[in-house]
């Protein structure tokens, strides 16, 4: 698991496009505007991948400039419990109440991930807990389609079909969860692709709660397609649409 994690962490594609090589994740890394010593590392997972019974994925991670984040001196042991361990348990208390990053000052923000707020509720939902109940990291991770970061999505549609094909097979086969929620077109499109060979150029929604189910060799798992919660709102899960995890 810390093989890919740092596999991703430290891609290749990053090392291409500083060296001037052509990557279609030239845009997404440019957008950073900063060198390779500053650049915010791909994010590879949030939380406990191999344990936790819920994956969310999205389009890509969001970056604050201000926020306390691996970048390329970083050891690998301590890129490894960042990303592990953000919401509990790490060398850092990198994310206070389960929302709030630390800021590279050592303060966290006061602003919340809007994203992080609305998949606990979610979450919750599921789950039947409530928010004091709910372990981020442990009752569910958080992966994306494109890993590196960047403001608005901005660089996705070029990096997705590159990133996606190279990560995001593994890591679902990595996690044991029965239930993969993906957030937003960008994931439908990646996943489509991935798991069911059909190509889309925009998810079509019947409601607010799509459902697609392949079987595993340990047994059926079942995605689930939402509109970005961070965006659309809360997207009410109808419990008695999903099989028991």
Not at 61 to 86: G, L, M, Q, T, V
Not at 118 to 129: G, H, M, N, P, Q
Request: charged share 35%; proline share 4%.
């Amino acid at each position: 698991m810390k093989t890919l994690l740092l596999k991703i962490a430290r891609c290749e594609e990053i090392k291409k496009v500083f060296s001037g090589e052509e990557s279609p994740c030239k845009e997404i890394v440019e957008s950073q505007g900063c060198g390779k010593e500053y650049f915010h590392v791909p994010e590879p997972w949030s939380g406990n991948l191999k344990t936790a019974p819920i994956l969310f994925v999205s389009s890509n991670p969001s970056i604050d400039k201000k926020s306390e984040y691996p970048k390329e001196h970083w050891k690998d042991d301590c890129i490894a419990d960042f990303f592990e361990n953000r919401f509990a348990d790490g060398k850092k208390e990198w994310v206070k109440d389960h929302l709030y990053p630390l800021l590279s000052d050592g303060k966290h923000r006061e602003k919340n991930v809007r994203y992080w707020k609305s998949v606990r509720k979610i979450a919750c939902e599921l789950l039947k807990k409530n928010e004091s109940q709910i372990a981020p990291g442990k009752d569910y991770a958080l992966t994306e389609v494109v890993h590196c970061k960047s403001r608005d999505g901005k660089g996705v549609k070029f990096a997705r079909k590159q990133c996606s094909h190279k990560y995001l097979k593994e890591i679902i086969e990595k996690s044991p969860a029965k239930l993969i929620i993906s957030c937003g077109n960008h994931a439908h499109q990646a996943i489509l692709d991935i798991f069911f060979n059909r190509i889309v150029d925009e998810f079509r929604y019947k409601d607010d709660l799509e459902r697609e189910r392949i079987k595993k060799s340990s047994g059926k798992r079942w995605f689930a397609f939402i509109k970005h919660p961070s965006r659309y709102g809360s997207n009410q899960f109808q419990q008695k649409e999903i099989k028991k995890l």
